[in-house]
């Protein structure tokens, strides 16, 4: 299987080659299609992947065949090998793609971590295989330490190795502890995958408005609206 992703041009193109198999987990994401039309087969979800993708259908791509798939604004799509051994446990929203041959296995989360995040399962793979994530920004990958902790932001957490020791915590001191999101406390060893894209709503809509002093004058100034952009 061959994946090309253009630079910022919000989609990727995959050509499978003979043989070449792949489960698409969202098939309205796929805009463009070339090659045999019997080569695309549709079929529906099990109960766990409807709950989690609300989604009905996913599809399955047989080669020779390109495809294009469309995707969100702000968001990038990473191909990883996913070997037979591989540990990593992934939320499942992120996963687009599978390649024929792979299995899965959900696991349970602690209660105290799903109240909190919503999360009640992660899904393990096993390859060998191709795994399609889709993330806000691009995908990092950072080592764990098996005594200094990693602080991730729950929302931005992608994927962790099963041995990990993992908590919800906050750190910093009390004023920063108070002002920031619920954070993951990770230790362990292996790589810990996190979306980059940027979650802070004020740096945004500082950055779209112009800033602080812009904001105040366009509330303080008689059609300041209108006046200052």
Wanted: with cysteine.
């Amino acid at each position: 299987m061959k994946l090309t992703v253009p630079a910022q041009t919000g989609h990727v193109h995959i050509a499978l080659e003979e043989n070449d198999k792949l489960h698409v987990l969202h098939p309205k994401s796929i805009i463009a299609y070339q090659g045999a039309p019997q080569s695309r087969e549709d079929r529906l979800m099990d109960i766990a992947g409807m709950y989690r993708k609300k989604r009905l259908v996913r599809s399955l791509l047989s080669g020779p065949a390109e495809f294009i798939l469309g995707l969100p604004a702000g968001c990038s799509l990473e191909a990883m090998e996913i070997d037979k051994g591989s540990n990593l446990l992934f939320d499942f929203r992120h996963v687009i793609f599978f390649s024929e041959g792979m299995t899965s296995k959900s696991v349970v989360q602690k209660l105290k971590n799903a109240w909190i995040t919503k999360e009640f399962i992660r899904m393990r793979f096993s390859g060998p295989g191709t795994l399609g994530i889709v993330t806000a920004g691009d995908v990092k990958a950072i080592q764990l330490h098996p005594t200094r902790p990693l602080f991730v932001e729950t929302g931005a957490l992608v994927a962790y190795p099963e041995t990990a020791s993992i908590q919800l915590s906050v750190y910093g001191n009390k004023l920063a502890s108070q002002h920031m999101n619920v954070q993951w406390e990770l230790r362990g060893t292996g790589p810990v995958l996190i979306q980059t894209g940027s979650r802070d709503a004020d740096l945004e809509e500082q950055l779209q408005n112009g800033g602080f002093i812009k904001r105040i004058l366009r509330e303080v100034l008689p059609f300041g609206g209108i006046y200052i952009k």
